[in-house]
C-alpha cells in the first residue's frame, strides 16, 4: 500500500476527517427525516421546523470547512507519495543501471503519473467510502435495522461480479503499459534524431513511426479503459437493481403497513447512496489499482532497494595500484592475457595501444565493474577484483564525452556536493575555469548537454569534477582525442601537473609533446603479447 510512504499523522487526520466528510450525507437524510415526520405526524410548531432546517444548513456549513481541511490533506498526502517514489525511483536507476533509457523514462513520467491517478488517490478514497459506508450502515441500523440489513446483503452482489472482470483489466494493462514504454521510446528517438531527419528529408517517415507507436498506445488504452467502463457499468446496474429497486419496494411495504414513516423511508433511501455508492466506487477504485500491478512491481523494486553509501577515498590512502597477471575474455575472444601493470602515488602514466584492444575495458576492471577470467587487482595491496563498491572511490574519470547537465556551471561541477566559494575558486583555477567563472559566475545556465560551453570547457568541467572528488587516482579515456592539437595539450597540461594525482590514461594517438608530460608510456600490445 503506497500510504505507507507519508506521515502517520496525516493518514490518521485523514481518517478523522473522512468521518467528517462521511457525516455531509448523514446530516442531510437525518434532518430530512425529522422535517418530514414533524409535518407527516404534525409534530411540533412551524418555528420548530425552521429551528430543524437552520441547525441543519449550519451543521452542513461547518462540514464543508472541515471538508476544505479534507481535500488540502489528500492533495499533500499524494504530493508526499509522489515525491518519495520519484526519488526513491530516480535512485534506484541510476544505482542500478540496469534499464534501458525507454523503460526508466517511462517508468519516471508515465508509469509513476499512473501511480498516482489510479493507485495513491484511490487508495485514500477507498478509506473515505469505507468510513461513508459504516457511517451510513450505523445510522440506518438505529432507524430501521430491516431496511438497512436489507440493503447491506444487496450490496453483497456487485462484488461478485466484478470478480469476473478483474483478471481481464489487468491483462489490458500490461498490454498498454508495454505499448506505452514504446510509444514514449520512439517519441525520444524522433526528438534526439531530429538533425538527422532534418539532413536526410526524412521527417514524414521519422514522425510516422511516432503516429504507429502512438496508435498502439492508444488502442491499448481505448480497450482498456473501455473493459473498466463495461465493468462499471454492468456492476452499476446490478447495484442499482439489487441494492435500490428492491429494498425500496420492502420500505414501500412496511410503509404501507404503518410500520416506518415516511420520514424514516426518506432516510434510509437518502443513506441508500452511502451503502450503494461507496461499494461500487471501492469495486471500481480496486481495479484502477490493480491496472497499476505492471507499474507498480517496477517501483515497488525501487521502494526496497536500499542505497549503499560508499566511503570516500583521499589521496593520503593511496599507497599503490598493482596489477597481477589479468586476462579478460567476451566470448570466444581474448581482449589481453597475462597482463601486469603497477602504479604508484602521483604517477603519470599513459597506456598505449591501437582502437579495440580493450582500453576501455581495461579502465572498467579497474573500477571494478567488470570481472576478469584471470587475475587480480591490488589497491593499497587489498584485493579489488571486480568488486565497484571497493575499488571505485579511489578513481575518478575523464571521458572522452562527459556528461553535462542541463544547470549552472556550479552543479555540474559540484554535482550536488558541497563546497565552498573558496574551493570552487580553487578548482576553477586548477582546472583551467578561472576566466569562465570571472566572465559568466557560478551561475551561468550551461545549456542543455553543455550547448554553452565549448569543448575544451567541458573537459574542464569534468578535470574540476574529479578533483573535487580527492580521489588519488584519475582515469583518462581517450579525453582529448575529440579536440585540437592546442586544446589537447592545454587539457593535458591541466592534469599532468598537478601533483596530488595519479593519472592513467589510455590513448591510441597522442603528441610527441604531450607524451613527453608522462612520468611513463607503457604500449600495452607489447605487454599483453
Known amino acids: 500500500m503506497s500510504l505507507r510512504y507519508t506521515s502517520k499523522i496525516k493518514v490518521i487526520l485523514y481518517f478523522l476527517l473522512s468521518i467528517v466528510y462521511a457525516l455531509g450525507n448523514v446530516v442531510i437524510a437525518y434532518?430530512?427525516?425529522?422535517?418530514?415526520n414533524m409535518a407527516q405526524f404534525r409534530q411540533g410548531s412551524i418555528n420548530k421546523l425552521i429551528v430543524v432546517g437552520l441547525v441543519g444548513m449550519l451543521a452542513i456549513a461547518v462540514i464543508m470547512l472541515a471538508n476544505f481541511i479534507y481535500r488540502y490533506l489528500k492533495c499533500d498526502i499524494i504530493k508526499d507519495i509522489n515525491v518519495h517514489i520519484k526519488a526513491k525511483t530516480m535512485a534506484y536507476l541510476i544505482e542500478k543501471q540496469d534499464d534501458s533509457q525507454k523503460d526508466g523514462l517511462s517508468l519516471m513520467t508515465n508509469d509513476v503519473k499512473q501511480i498516482e491517478t489510479l493507485k495513491i488517490t484511490n487508495e485514500l478514497m477507498i478509506i473515505t467510502e469505507a468510513i461513508s459506508f459504516v457511517v451510513a450502515?450505523?445510522?440506518?441500523?438505529?432507524n430501521s435495522w430491516l431496511l438497512t440489513l436489507l440493503f447491506?446483503?444487496?450490496?453483497?452482489?456487485?462484488?461478485?461480479v466484478q470478480k469476473f472482470f478483474t483478471k481481464k483489466i489487468q491483462t489490458k494493462s500490461a498490454i498498454w503499459e508495454k505499448a506505452n514504454a514504446n510509444y514514449t521510446q520512439k517519441v525520444s528517438d524522433g526528438l534526439d534524431g531530429a538533425a538527422t531527419a532534418d539532413l536526410y528529408d526524412v521527417q514524414v517517415p521519422i514522425v510516422g513511426r511516432v503516429i504507429v507507436g502512438a496508435k498502439r498506445m492508444e488502442d491499448a488504452l481505448k480497450s482498456l479503459n473501455f473493459t473498466q467502463a463495461v465493468a462499471g457499468e454492468i456492476i452499476l446496474a446490478v447495484a442499482e437493481i439489487f441494492s435500490f429497486i428492491l429494498p425500496f419496494f420492502v420500505g414501500a411495504i412496511l410503509m404501507y403497513q404503518g410500520q416506518i414513516g415516511a420520514g424514516t423511508l426518506v432516510m434510509i433511501v437518502q443513506l441508500s447512496n452511502d451503502f450503494v455508492n461507496p461499494i461500487i466506487n471501492i469495486f471500481q477504485q480496486v481495479n484502477a489499482i490493480q491496472s497499476t500491478k505492471p507499474m507498480w512491481d517496477k517501483v515497488d523494486q525501487a521502494l526496497k532497494f536500499s542505497e549503499v553509501q560508499p566511503k570516500a577515498a583521499t589521496s593520503s590512502d593511496f599507497s599503490g595500484l598493482n596489477v597481477d597477471d589479468l586476462t579478460y575474455q567476451v566470448k570466444d575472444k581474448t581482449l589481453f592475457s597475462d597482463l601486469d601493470f603497477s602504479l604508484k602515488p602521483n604517477e603519470k602514466v599513459l597506456l598505449m595501444a591501437p582502437s579495440g584492444w580493450g582500453k576501455t575495458t581495461l579502465l572498467k576492471l579497474f573500477l571494478g565493474k567488470l570481472q576478469p577470467n584471470n587475475g587480480q587487482i591490488y589497491i593499497n595491496q587489498n584485493s579489488v577484483t571486480g568488486d565497484w563498491q571497493a575499488a571505485h572511490d579511489n578513481f575518478s574519470y575523464v571521458n572522452q564525452k562527459p556528461f553535462i547537465f542541463d544547470d549552472t556551471l556550479k552543479f555540474n561541477i559540484t554535482l550536488g556536493r558541497k563546497a565552498d566559494v573558496a574551493t570552487l575558486d580553487e578548482l576553477a583555477q586548477k582546472a583551467g575555469l578561472s576566466e569562465l567563472v570571472e566572465e559568466?559566475?557560478?551561475d551561468y545556465q550551461v545549456g542543455e548537454k553543455g550547448a554553452n560551453l565549448s569543448g575544451g570547457q567541458i573537459q574542464r568541467v569534468e578535470i574540476a569534477r574529479a578533483l573535487l572528488s580527492k580521489r588519488?587516482?584519475?582515469?583518462?579515456?581517450e579525453a582529448t582525442s575529440a579536440l585540437d592539437s592546442k586544446l589537447s595539450l592545454e587539457i593535458h597540461n591541466t592534469i599532468l601537473k598537478n601533483p596530488q594525482i595519479a593519472v592513467v590514461?589510455?590513448?591510441h594517438k597522442i603528441s610527441d609533446q604531450e607524451k613527453a608530460l608522462f612520468d611513463r608510456i607503457v604500449e600495452l600490445d607489447a605487454v599483453s603479447d
Open 31 to 36: 434532518v430530512t427525516k425529522i422535517m418530514l
Open 137 to 142: 450502515i450505523v445510522v440506518g441500523l438505529l
Open 152 to 160: 447491506i446483503v444487496t450490496t453483497i452482489v456487485p462484488g461478485i
Open 440 to 442: 559568466k559566475g557560478w
Open 472 to 477: 588519488p587516482i584519475l582515469l583518462a579515456d
Open 505 to 507: 590514461e589510455v590513448a
